[in-house]
């Protein structure tokens, strides 16, 4: 292997590991491995000998960081989706009925179930709900509590 080649290689399965346990979702890990090795391999145009190691570093980096941000406003368009059923679910929905959501692009959806509403002492009405999601074929459950705002929005609390 030439030695740029072994270098960008070295690049890139470092930046895999700067991402494997931070917190990143699959998207925005994705889109920082594509950015990394696309910065890279732009970088290791420019410049020669030293300049060029340090080219296709700077290169790896910022492809890196622009790679994240575009998968991070991806799992975006997921939360709005859910966002919006959950505010039609806490509004207007029984105890027990489901408002379902689903991002056509990424596949991943959910439900929002309101299991119990209640008054807190300073009148507002809050609700528990769940919150069934199936993100890459793998579901999870999560369970909150949110309040009523004066503006008619609803807030997890919990």
């Given at each position: ?5 072994l ?9 895999l ?21 696309v910065?890279?391999?732009?970088g ?5 000998g ?5 080219a ?19 799992d ?5 989706y ?5 505010q ?6 029984p105890?027990g ?9 990424s596949g ?8 119990r ?8 009405y ?14 999870e ?18």
């Amino acid at each position: 292997m030439k030695p740029m080649k072994l270098v960008i290689a070295a690049t890139l399965a470092l930046s895999l590991g700067a991402c494997a346990n931070n917190g990143y979702g699959d998207k925005q890990t994705a889109g920082a491995l594509i950015g990394a090795g696309v910065g890279g391999l732009l970088g290791s145009t420019i410049g020669g000998g030293s300049g060029r190691l340090a080219a296709t570093a700077a290169g790896t980096v910022l492809g890196l960081a622009l790679g994240a941000d575009i998968g991070r406003s991806l799992d975006r368009a997921d939360r709005l989706y859910a966002g919006r059923s959950q505010q039609q679910a806490l509004e207007t929905l029984p105890v027990g009925q489901s408002a379902e959501w689903s991002n056509p692009d990424s596949g991943n959806r959910g439900s929002i179930t309101p299991t119990r509403t209640y008054q807190v002492a300073d009148g507002r009405y809050c609700r528990e709900f769940q919150h069934a999601v199936t993100v890459g074929g793998k579901s999870e459950m999560a369970y909150g509590n949110a309040c009523r705002q004066p503006d008619g929005s609803w807030r997890i609390v919990n």
